[in-house]
């Protein structure tokens, strides 16, 4: 049994309808077999309280983020600021396993960490404007959520000093 019957078409449309399968099956490979675009999203980020920044990288076909930068990255002491359990904030990592949803523009399905409570919240990103990212932190349910805006930084912002884990 054919599923196509083209045996009574022209040589030219029999030629156009074949070149239009293979086109479509090679786009629809390209979209499928590439990760998704985070280029939107990726980039420095000072966060609400304009007291740290996040840089939010690529992690396959993820995104993650890390602790770049700290208006105040020691304490009185000189001692690099730390977490409530100890770590150096600098370089830690605060949000993992964003993964881009069905409708292009939100990252979800990941944590953010707060370093000051030591809690870890689900998370949910979205760029609003090229250099506003909406975060909104949520436990199980969106409906009981914060909802912060983040700005993108400048490029003369100093990176903290810390090495980044491995």
Known sequence: MHLFRLS?????TRRVFA?????????AHGAFAQNPPAHGVTGVWIDHTGRGAVEIQPCGDKVCGRVAWLQQPTD??????TDKKGRPLCGLQIIGDLKLQPNGKTWDGG???????GETFN????????????????????????????????????????????
């Not at 070149?19 to 786009?27: D, E, N, P, R, V």
């Not at 944590?111 to 409570?117: G, L, R, V």
């Open 8 to 12: 009574g078409l022209s040589a030219m």
């Open 19 to 27: 070149f239009t399968i293979l086109g479509t099956a090679a786009l």
């Open 76 to 81: 009185s002491k000189g001692t690099p600021a």
């Open 111 to 117: 944590w953010i960490y707060n370093p000051e409570e």
């Open 123 to 166: 998370v949910e990103i979205q760029l609003k404007t090229r250099d506003t990212l909406q975060v909104m932190g949520y436990m199980g349910v969106k409906f009981l959520s914060e909802t912060y805006l983040w700005k993108r930084a400048p490029d003369r912002l100093a990176a903290c000093s810390a090495a980044r884990p491995s």
